[in-house]
């Protein structure tokens, strides 16, 4: 039997991913965001898992407007970098796993969740942002992963309930597939940012430690946020944070928090992280 053994969250700011693809990390602007990160890739490499579920959203690179699933499943083999207005990200062709992509698809489909099954995406830095963060840059990423893009970028988006409770269903989904896998969910974006207008630039530290806590200690709490309170105390992007919500369904209803780090600004967004391990 599968099981997710643990959970991680972290923000996919892109300009994350122009300072890796451009040398810069070791620049003094740079150097305390990747520093909260030597413990997680330590932590990695030590749990070794099987398979990862990367729940993000997608930024106009494999979708548009002219189709928005609410969520999109990849069940293909691979998913190449898309471009994003400067050529490919050079990091790994990410690649799939298939069959308990397709696991999941049946079994949350026939739990009344309405899935987009995707057989040829590119991913953009929403994923590949927070595999740098978690994997550094190795020739080709340490696992399979599974990728579920929810939207985030057009209104209406799924709520915080909805997200959380399609976490449960995949814990369901996983826990059901025949086969001996430790899994790990990733939930991506966030924390409190706004990329334009006149609160462009906007953070709020005291929301989004709240958001950490009670990720920990009290999920359902966090189920009760409503769209226009992200939008309020977290900005315009901020909605980005119910991402994180399925990954924190998909685990245990109590956890251990093993790693935190919260960071301001990085660009012009605050960037946040946690590890979550099942108990």
């Known amino acids: 039997m599968a099981k997710i053994v643990a959970g991680v969250a972290m923000s996919h700011v892109p300009a994350i991913g122009a300072a890796i693809d451009n040398g810069r990390t070791g620049e003094p602007y740079w150097v305390p965001v990747f520093k909260g990160f030597e413990f997680s890739k330590k932590w990695l490499e030590e749990l070794k898992p099987d398979v990862?579920?990367?729940?993000?959203?997608?930024?106009a690179s494999a979708f548009s407007l002219e189709i928005i699933p609410t969520f999109a499943l990849g069940c293909a083999e691979e998913f190449p970098p898309a471009d994003e207005g400067w050529g490919p990200r050079k990091v790994p062709v990410v690649k799939g796993h298939p069959d308990l992509a397709w696991h999941i698809a049946q079994s949350t489909i026939?739990?009344?969740?309405?899935?987009t099954i995707v057989n040829k995406m590119e991913v953009d830095h929403g994923l590949t942002v927070p595999l740098n963060l978690?994997?550094?840059?190795p020739e080709e990423w340490p696992f399979p992963v599974i990728p579920l893009a929810?939207?985030?970028?057009?209104?209406?988006?799924?709520?915080?309930?909805?997200?959380?409770?399609?976490?449960k269903a995949i814990k369901k989904a996983v826990e059901s597939f025949d086969?001996?896998?430790?899994?790990l969910v990733f939930g991506t974006g966030g924390m409190?940012?706004?990329?334009?207008?006149?609160?462009?630039?906007?953070?709020?530290?005291?929301?989004?430690?709240?958001?950490?806590?009670?990720l920990t200690r009290d999920p359902v709490a966090l189920t009760k946020i409503a769209p226009l309170e992200y939008l309020r105390e977290s900005g315009s992007e901020g909605i980005e944070l119910v991402m994180w919500l399925v990954m924190r369904g998909a685990l245990n209803?109590?956890?251990e928090e093993v790693h935190r780090f919260h960071h301001i600004p990085v660009s012009n967004t605050a960037l946040g992280h946690i590890i979550l391990e099942n108990r």
């Open 110 to 115: 026939l739990d009344e969740f309405d899935m």
């Open 52 to 59: 990862a579920i990367v729940v993000y959203n997608d930024h």
């Open 179 to 183: 086969e001996d896998l430790r899994v």
């Open 192 to 214: 409190s940012h706004q990329l334009q207008g006149p609160r462009a630039g906007l953070t709020n530290k005291d929301f989004d430690t709240a958001f950490l806590d009670n």
């Open 134 to 137: 978690m994997c550094g840059t």
């Open 253 to 255: 209803e109590h956890v």
């Open 150 to 167: 929810v939207n985030v970028v057009q209104y209406p988006p799924p709520t915080g309930n909805r997200c959380y409770n399609l976490g």
